[in-house]
């Protein structure tokens, strides 16, 4: 008769076949779901004008009935009026719609996880914890599902960033209509991850217990970053570190340090110590930055804001804080945009709700061309794509979205056109094909 050691060995061998099993017919049963027939667009050939439409250039300014031509997938002219060039034009009559610059997501996975309960498709999270080598562009899926949906609402440019350990890696910034990553990539390894140290929530450990890892933790993090900056003054190294190669960048301006920290204190201590190396972070999160934002403004520190649908940092706060955080940032004079971040791994899929996270905060202290910017124009000042992207003026480049109504609002969002760089961008996805699938079943209206 079997032992009891034996059965339970066996037991585990077979549940395990069962998980994988699972776990394939999983991606086989998504797969058979349909993937949306929506292949990458193809270059702008022909001028094209968006006329009569309320335009809303993402700084502030709004043109009421004004007119947009782009071009080679540039925009040649934002005017009021029906200013429609002579020639070969394709017109879209935008009569009582909306234009608007399109959408830009920072710090997200998009991309970079497909089913989170199957690791083999998760790819933004690396073992252990000094990981500034590790590069998203490269495992960046541009086939992922999630992504039509994301330009469904407008969404048409990200920063897909990693996450885990005390250095996460390098995030790259993508246009979301492309063949490949080598296609989809507008400027690689923008930017180093770090997560700021900051005490365990383990339970089991003491109070001492916890101050002693933090500041172990702290004094190991400090140390490898100061020998990441000796290390880029030497010029050419005798002997190649690869993870110290993929700091230079931070020190000599190339990359920027973004900087996971969410209460005052680790806020102040983040971007002191950062300063100290001569670099000016940008901190994500930042739960608790209204009561550190006079020193974000004095240090001329921007912030990635999390969601306005989320808890405050401490018990006693204002419910209503995190959707209140824009204003604060506003009134403090703070560059600051708004994001989706990972939502406990699963922001991929939260990610098209950013332009309603933006009306959350438009609710509560900020003006709606103000939310509009900080999902645009702040946004890409603090990636330092500002010169090309963010606002719909002459020269830039042809990202922009026109709305039936406000994109702001979920329940008057609807975006009929969508370009990139000029090309016309196909806006169906899964979501849209299930719809019509189960209203022609049920004969819905």
């Known amino acids: 008769m079997p032992n009891a050691k034996f059965l339970k060995t066996e037991t585990d061998r077979i549940m395990k076949k069962y998980i994988s099993i699972l776990a394939v017919i999983a991606i086989v049963n998504i797969t058979a779901w349909g993937q949306p027939n929506v292949v990458p667009a193809k270059s702008q050939t022909r001028t094209i004008a968006i006329s009569g439409a309320t335009i809303h250039i993402g700084n502030g300014q709004v043109i009421e009935g004004g007119t947009v031509v782009f071009s080679q997938g540039r925009i040649v002219s934002v005017s009021p009026g029906k200013n429609i060039p002579s020639g070969d034009v394709v017109v879209i009559d935008a009569t009582g719609k909306h234009v608007y610059p399109g959408i830009i997501a920072p710090i997200t996975n998009l991309g970079l996880a497909e089913i989170a309960m199957v690791k083999s498709t998760v790819d933004y999270r690396e073992l252990g914890e000094w990981n500034p080598h590790v590069r998203t562009i490269i495992a ?106 993929s700091l230079k960048g931070l020190f000599n301006g190339k990359k920027k340090a973004y900087v996971r920290a969410e209460t005052g204190p680790d806020i102040i201590a983040a971007i002191r110590f950062f300063k100290s190396l001569g670099v000016t972070p940008v901190i994500v999160g930042g739960s608790d930055a209204c009561s550190v934002a006079e020193f974000l403004k004095e240090n001329s520190v921007p912030i990635i804001l999390n969601q306005a649908h989320s808890l405050p940092e401490h018990v006693d706060d204002d419910v209503y804080m995190p959707a209140r955080q824009a204003a604060c940032m506003q009134k403090a004079g703070v560059l600051y945009a708004i994001s989706l971040e990972f939502v406990r791994d699963w922001g991929y899929l939260q990610l098209r709700n950013l332009p309603f996270e933006a009306g959350v905060a438009a609710s509560y202290g900020i003006s709606k061309e103000e939310a509009l910017m900080s999902i645009t124009s702040n946004t890409a000042k603090i990636l330092g794509i500002d010169q090309s992207v963010g606002t719909l003026e002459a020269g830039k480049d042809a990202t922009l979205i026109v709305s039936a109504g406000d994109v702001l609002d979920p329940l008057t969002c609807d975006v009929q056109h969508a370009f990139i760089r000029g090309r016309t961008i196909n806006l169906d996805n899964l979501h849209k094909q299930l719809y019509k699938k189960f209203s022609d079943k049920y004969e819905l209206k």
């Open 140 to 245: 960046y899926n541009t086939d992922s599902k999630a992504i039509p949906v994301v330009r469904s609402n407008g969404i048409l440019m990200a920063q897909v960033s990693p996450t885990g350990g005390t250095i996460s890696g390098q995030s790259s910034i993508v246009q979301l209509d492309a063949w490949n990553w080598e296609d989809a990539a507008y400027r690689t390894d923008d930017g180093l991850h770090f997560n700021w140290p900051t005490e365990s929530g383990n339970p089991a450990l003491s109070a001492e217990q916890a101050r002693m890892n933090l500041e172990k933790t702290l004094s190991d993090f400090q140390k490898y970053m100061l020998e990441a900056k000796a290390y880029a003054e030497l010029g050419k190294a005798d002997v190649v570190n690869a993870r110290f190669e």
